[in-house]
């Protein structure tokens, strides 16, 4: 539920009749748009423009436009956005409208720093319960809860009606833990182990790899460097690529 809405003020009407069939890039963007609607929330704002929200978003006016119009929003010319029927419209498609509750699996630093993250309960989340393998750990408390052995795992996620599991544990195990929250019913899961896991039909899993994420970055350093390493015009030579990938013509590899 939006903690911007004061306590016993009524739910304003949410303006989407039926859950839309959303693109996947719009599914991917509303969070964004999310976020920075609650700011706006936050500090007494009422109304926003499409480009205003589009900048804070990262995206262009155009694309927020479009993907707010799945949803039946469309703005008022001269005002914008009412930012409180949007944070309702948003929260109520990516169903944020009920508090789900979630379990998280591997208690390491990534784990335990996850566990005690506040911003999960403003957003619609419960972190229900803890696990992990290591006997040092359980029985751990964490953010007033007490980390349970993995072995628990699919009889507690049906008994606290997990609705999402996070696996943050090393990549060798995260396949038997994915087994088991599929087993305790858990169809939506975060992946933070750097592996592909198997799961049946009818269970989505998001992953995460924040190595992955660094070695995109690394290629865009990699990149700029080498645009401002580029010789001059009309120069003869390049550094070639490994294996023989370099262009045998300057002006092929440069692509003139």
């Known amino acids: 539920m939006s903690p911007h809405r004061p306590p016993g003020e009524p739910e304003r009407p949410v303006a989407v009749p039926a859950l839309p069939d959303l693109p996947e890039a ?30 804070a978003a990262g995206v262009n006016s155009a694309k927020l436009r ?57 957003r619609g989340f419960r972190i229900a319960a803890l696990f992990d393998a290591d006997p040092v750990r359980v029985g751990e408390e964490i953010n007033g809860l007490v980390v349970r052995h993995v ?46 896991l198997t799961v049946p039909d009818g269970v989505d899993v998001r992953k995460v790899d924040l190595a992955v994420e660094l070695q995109i970055l690394s290629f865009h350093e990699h990149r700029k460097a080498s645009l401002t390493a580029l010789p001059a015009a009309g120069a003869a030579t390049l550094t070639p690529l490994p ?13 003139t």
């Open 151 to 196: 072995d628990e795992l699919s009889r507690v996620a049906i008994e606290e009606s997990i609705a999402i599991g996070v696996i943050a544990t090393p990549a060798a195990a995260a396949q038997r833990v994915a087994d088991r929250l599929v087993a305790g019913g858990v169809t939506s899961i975060l992946n933070f182990a750097p592996c592909v």
């Open 26 to 55: 719009t599914v991917a963007r509303l969070p964004e748009y999310l976020r920075a609607l609650h700011n706006l929330a936050e500090n007494g704002h009422e109304t926003v423009s499409s480009e205003w929200l589009a900048t």
């Open 66 to 122: 479009k993907d707010l119009s799945h949803l039946g929003s469309y703005g008022t010319r001269g005002v914008g956005y009412d930012v409180a029927l949007l944070i309702d419209q948003i929260e109520y498609v990516l169903g944020l409208t009920q508090r789900r509750s979630v379990a998280l699996v591997g208690v390491g630093n990534l784990g335990h720093a996850l566990a005690g993250y506040d911003g999960f309960a403003t």
């Open 243 to 255: 294996g023989d990938l370099a262009a045998t013509d300057p002006q092929e590899a440069i692509g």
